[in-house]
């Protein structure tokens, strides 16, 4: 899975860098670096709207630290199909 996260001007006043902390720390937390790549992008065109990320051709936007768990686990854990699954290795701890 390739994740684009933006770092334009409007996104990175929003706080993409720390989007991009987050999404580093739990890709590492679900043993998921074999699977997920991320990279910066420019700018995805909806500067209004919070930071944007791009997963599979899709613009998702509104991404904050505040909802960032629940974007991870609805988007990239379900996409990944490991949403509910007990072979994701969080912490050295199988998830349920």
Excluded: W
């Excluded at 590492?28 to 420019?42: Q, W």
């Excluded at 700018?43 to 936007?61: P, S």
Aim: glycine content about 8%; aromatic content about 8%; proline content about 1%.
């Amino acid at each position: 899975m390739d994740i684009y996260i933006c770092v334009g001007s409007s996104c990175h006043l929003k706080g993409s860098y720390e989007i991009i902390n987050l999404m580093k720390e739990n890709i590492k937390k679900y043993s998921l670096e074999d699977r997920v790549n991320i990279a910066a992008a420019v700018c995805l065109g909806k500067c209004t709207d919070g930071v944007c990320v791009k997963i599979d051709n899709e613009v998702l936007c509104g991404i904050f630290p505040e909802n960032f768990h629940e974007f991870f686990k609805e988007t990239v854990l379900k996409r990944l199909n490991l949403q509910n699954k007990q072979d994701v290795v969080c912490g050295g701890d199988l998830i349920d």
